[in-house]
């Protein structure tokens, strides 16, 4: 019975599925008593598991995160965070993480709704359904966010931490998103006709946005200085 269920969820393409069956003797191959199978469920409860009217608690949702993420590492993706991030360079930075590493699966939540791989999906009304309905996304690959000041205020960012922090002349809460750089992190802020990429405090790069073509042009150049080495970070 249990390789009929996996074999199910094969064919279905369903990482974790609940099936109801009716049977007169669940310990019997389905095949040879009376079984049947009444409902196929894409997001199963697991709290009869966990305390079952008869018998031990079975950590079933410690399983399902092992399912996932089989190493501590993998749980989680590359992340862009900052203020003022236009929808026109979340799409550059889509294209250029793409060309590094094609087909790959970016999501990006500016004041425009969320993008995924450039196609527009949603805009909820509050911004921390916006975060989490973005990295629910099982297929992620990385994921950008674009916050305000109102916003952080409101909602905090929601995600945790950032890889990679924009920050242009950032007002009130914004100011505090490099504090949640995560280890080897980068930041790179632009102001008086500068953008300047550093990391662990120190400066590893700079460019004067007029000579780069405008602000976006500049940003989009040093994202694709560090590219390579952010898709690689959980690998």
Known sequence: NVK???????YIQVG???IDVLAEDISKPWDEGSFGIIEINAG??????????IGESIDVPGKVMEGHFPEPAHGRVPIIAGNC???ELAAGIHKLLDGLRPGIEFGSLTAEGIHFNGE???NNKHHDDNVKLLLRNPKLDAALFSHSAAQIDDYGMVHQGADLV???EPQG???ILPRDRLPGG???????????????????????IEEAGGRDAALLELVGRVAQELLEKYD
């Open 166 to 168: 924009i920050l242009d």
């Open 44 to 53: 199963p409860g697991v709290f009869m598991h966990l305390a079952p009217a």
């Open 85 to 87: 991030i236009s929808t």
């Open 173 to 175: 809460s914004e100011a």
């Open 16 to 18: 974790i599925l609940g």
């Open 120 to 122: 527009y999906f949603h």
């Open 186 to 208: 980068w930041l790179i802020e632009t102001g008086e006709g500068r953008a300047v990429m550093t990391r662990d405090g120190v400066e590893i790069a700079s460019l004067t």
């Open 4 to 10: 009929m269920v996996e074999d199910i969820a094969k």
